[in-house]
């Protein structure tokens, strides 16, 4: 789908397409269509990001840019500050994945970040995507107190570096 390609090239590999992000992760939307081979244009580019359900990419405030608002591969900064998290955060998973998070702790993988969700209903929906869901607790509040630094995407999407296995537990 387009969605899908744009996640690809604005997220992981913009070079697919020969674009060059900048700091940010941003890329002017009219090069985005005109490097994309015929995949997209500016309506659907524009129409996706106002209909995407996750809210995954934002365009700039003058409308000429776009960029993936999380999960990248590829280092950008997004601008966020640190921010105080709630005293508990949710990370939905599959089941398979459990024994190993829980030696290892969560570790963002290809991605920059650890995602977590504010609540339990879209951790499972996370979990949901990868396996039979389990959701585990994350005490973001003593995570926090310990030096951890949480960040919120521009979609609600809570990011961190990583979370240490003694800060998660597996929720009921």
Known sequence: SASKFMSLVLRHRPDTIGIELDAEGWVA??????????KLTDGLVRQIVRDNEKQ????????????????HSVVVDLGL???KPPER??????????????????????????HLSPDQETAIKV???HGKPVVLNVDA??????????????NGVWLIGSVPARYLS???
């Open 29 to 38: 939307v009219a090069e985005l269509v005109e490097k994309s081979g015929g």
């Open 56 to 71: 995954r990419f934002a365009l700039s405030e003058d409308g000429l840019d776009i960029r993936a608002n999380q999960g």
């Open 81 to 83: 500050s640190a921010i």
């Open 89 to 114: 955060l949710f990370h939905g998973t599959a089941t398979r994945f459990i024994a190993s998070i829980m030696d290892q702790g969560l570790k963002p993988g290809m991605r920059q970040f650890v």
């Open 127 to 129: 979990g949901q995507r």
């Open 141 to 154: 509040g003593a995570l926090h107190s310990d030096g951890g630094s949480f960040y919120v995407s521009h």
């Open 170 to 172: 597996v929720a009921d």
